[in-house]
């Protein structure tokens, strides 16, 4: 083998594992706010992704025999459906979108729980996601759940039994990236199911970033969707995941708060 096809190499061997499932990239994109499900499946090609997320208030995954089908755009044939409860503001809602949802994908046990705490700010009311998540687990689900950057809560929701923690970066759809590293290194630290970054998110740097802190995966929708070309923005936040993946493989050197020579002065001739 070549060396200088060892890193690429490594990189296709380093999968992420949810639920005891391995997929080739740790980029996760949503299926709203495209022009249309053509768009759509543009997007999540460009994107290179395997999860694709469905909000099963929103979108039509079978609920309506009348109307176009995302899963025709999206089949769970090509793609890994991950049905989530965006919209719901109480544990009772979320629970019964998710039985709905499992339904439609045939017994399908991987979803996203997310429980929102009021229309403006979007953020997660904890109190109803810890009751939810108890529930669904119970009830054989593998849940991965939205919910705020305390690292209290997503041990608290690693206890439960949840398979992945989804802390915000920053406010759902804001594009203001990582506002608080220090938080998402916490969780990071203490958890044994992945951590993947969702919400906040604005291009390509921000995924970056996350993945350089050591996150396992990021999850987008706004800020692909809403770009200007949502697929070039597709591909970039791709090349985003990757290189920030790469660069927390490799190591990054420490910082200094003095300059370091680029190259070694012992044995230099005077």
């Known amino acids: ?21 391995t997929y080739r990239s740790r980029l996760l994109v ?40 995302l899963l025709d755009a999206v089949p769970p ?6 049905p989530n409860t965006a919209g719901c503001y109480n ?18 046990k991987l979803a996203k729980l997310e429980v929102l705490g009021d229309e403006k700010t979007l953020f997660p009311n ?42 915000l970066a920053s406010l759902i759809g804001s594009g203001m990236g990582i506002l608080n590293p220090w938080n998402l290194s916490l ?13 906040g998110v604005g291009t390509a740097s921000d995924a970056a970033i996350a993945m350089e802190l050591g996150c396992d995966g990021v999850l987008m929708n706004t800020a692909i969707a809403g770009a200007r070309d949502p697929i070039g923005m597709a591909h970039a936040m791709r090349l985003g995941v990757e290189a920030g993946r790469a660069a927390y493989l490799a190591g990054r050197i420490p910082k200094r708060f003095a300059a370091s020579p680029s190259s070694p002065m012992a044995g230099r001739a005077t």
């Open 30 to 69: 949503g299926t709203g706010k495209y022009r249309d499900f053509d768009e759509t499946r543009r997007a999540v090609d460009a994107s290179g992704t395997d999860i694709v997320t469905v909000t099963v208030r929103r979108v039509n995954i079978g609920q309506d025999p009348n109307e176009p089908n």
């Open 91 to 108: 544990a009772a809602d979320a629970v019964y979108t998710l039985q709905l949802a499992r339904e439609l994908l045939n017994g399908h």
């Open 77 to 82: 044939t090509q793609f890994t459906i991950l």
């Open 126 to 167: 904890m109190p109803e996601t810890l009751k939810a998540a108890e529930q669904l687990v119970k009830e054989g689900f593998e849940v991965m759940v939205y919910c705020s950057d305390d690292p209290i809560q997503a041990k608290m929701l690693e206890e439960i039994g949840c398979v992945a923690i989804m802390p």
């Open 187 to 199: 969780i990071i630290e203490q958890s044994k199911v992945p951590v993947i970054v969702d919400a």
């Open 1 to 21: 083998m070549n060396l200088n096809d060892q890193p690429q190499q490594a990189a296709r061997q380093d999968g992420l594992t949810i639920a005891g499932k």
